[in-house]
DNA sequence: TTATATAATTGTAATATTGCAATATTACTT
DNA sequence: AAGTAATATTGCAATATTACAATTATATAA
């Protein structure tokens, strides 16, 4: 085989599946890092800023915006990438529950 | 290319990035869960409980492991599993101090 | 020692991800 | 309309991941 069996698994866990990919490759935090550090909005300021081809982080800012983390503005011929905060901040909560729910009993 | 440039990032996104992998994969998840709701140190029960192949939960229990979430004590001829709480306490942190330390400036 | 049970390792096939060059699209500008 | 700048898409190669069958290692039990 080699594809994932999603079937086999509930429906939350798969979304937290999906929510931590975002955040399972460097690329993908430094982008998010350095979004929410800019004090205007940014577009291809990205791709100087890491090190990364243009479509490659095309590539990373469609997998963070399909995940729903991203919020875009047209700005003349560039795109204004923010965050959406809100969606960031579900993310987090669903990770601190699923953290906060897990206990050790033994060992 | 193809492999991930992982040198021309940080140390802590990277680390960052190793921890997010160990919840990227649905069946990851479901073995944190499922050794944490335990009563008792488990084993091969996992295998049952997930319906993945042994060699397949084996190699999950190892990219877990590798990121340090799991403790292992020989129970007889089997192994008992346990979650290393300390380091997960450390991920949780991590991830929030990187939640909270991410704001929206624009949108 | 031999048998049995549990878990790790190896080998391999299928699929996914990462990265970039080339190209296409989109929106403004002249 | 033609040119330009910004971003997305396509196609492809390299690498990584996922999954399992077969095998191996380890530990207890007979």
New interface residues.
């Given amino acids: 085989m080699g594809a994932?069996?999603?079937n086999?698994?509930s429906e939350s866990?798969?979304k937290?599946?999906i929510i931590?990919?975002?955040?399972?490759?460097?690329?993908r935090?430094?982008i998010?890092?350095f979004i929410?550090k800019?004090?205007?909005?940014i577009c291809n300021d990205i791709v100087d800023e890491?090190?990364?081809s243009q479509p490659t982080i095309s590539q990373h800012l469609k997998v963070i915006n399909d995940a729903g983390l991203l919020?875009g503005?047209f700005e003349g011929k560039s795109i204004?990438y923010?965050?959406?905060?809100e969606r960031?901040?579900e993310?987090?909560s669903l990770?601190?529950s699923?953290?906060n729910?897990?206990?050790?009993?033994?060992?």
Same sequence: chains 1, 2.
């Avoid at 931590?20 to 690329?27: E, R, W």
């Avoid at 923010?82 to 905060?85: E, I, S, V, Y």
């Fill in positions: 994932s069996k999603l086999i698994y866990i798969n937290m599946a931590a990919k975002v955040f399972a490759h460097p690329a935090i430094s998010l890092q929410s800019q004090k205007s909005c890491i090190g990364l919020k503005n204004c923010c965050l959406n905060l960031f901040q993310f987090q990770f601190n699923f953290f729910k897990t206990t050790s009993n033994c060992c």
